[in-house]
């Protein structure tokens, strides 16, 4: 894939012949279209690949906006969601046999150093926790 600043005329999206232009985040790209679909079905590892990412793309789609907070320091070039994705795909699932679920405390919305408190200051009288 080739990246174009200006391009000959400037930069061009669409298709010509079996190229494609496009542009993502402030970059513009030209890719070629893809040679040939596989006639071979998936093995039995591919099927977990796509599994798990289907997983975790269904479950991080409708928080999406927090998660682009939650990473905002890795997401100068991928969105928050793509990066939220990589973080927790090797740590985030439950496999047993075929079935696959999501690990739920393992997962990860936010990865980073955060802001040192101020003055706040918390403490607990019964039942009541007062923060001030």
Do not use: C
Not at 41 to 66: E, G, M
């Amino acid at each position: 894939m080739g990246t174009i600043k200006d391009g000959i005329n400037g930069p061009f999206r669409g298709k010509t012949g079996n190229v494609v232009g496009s542009k993502w985040r402030k970059v513009n790209y030209i890719k070629g279209l893809p040679h040939f679909k596989s006639n071979r079905a998936a093995s039995a590892n591919q099927l977990l690949v796509r599994r798990k990412f289907a997983l975790l793309n269904r479950f991080f789609d409708p928080i999406s906006t927090v998660l682009e907070i939650g990473f905002k320091q890795f997401t100068s070039r991928a969105t928050g969601k793509n990066v939220a994705i990589r973080y927790n795909y090797d740590h985030a699932f439950l496999i047993d046999g075929s079935a696959i679920a999501l690990d739920f405390p393992a997962l990860q919305f936010s990865h980073g150093s955060l802001f040192t408190a101020g003055d706040e200051q918390a403490r607990v009288i019964g039942d009541n926790l007062y923060i001030t």
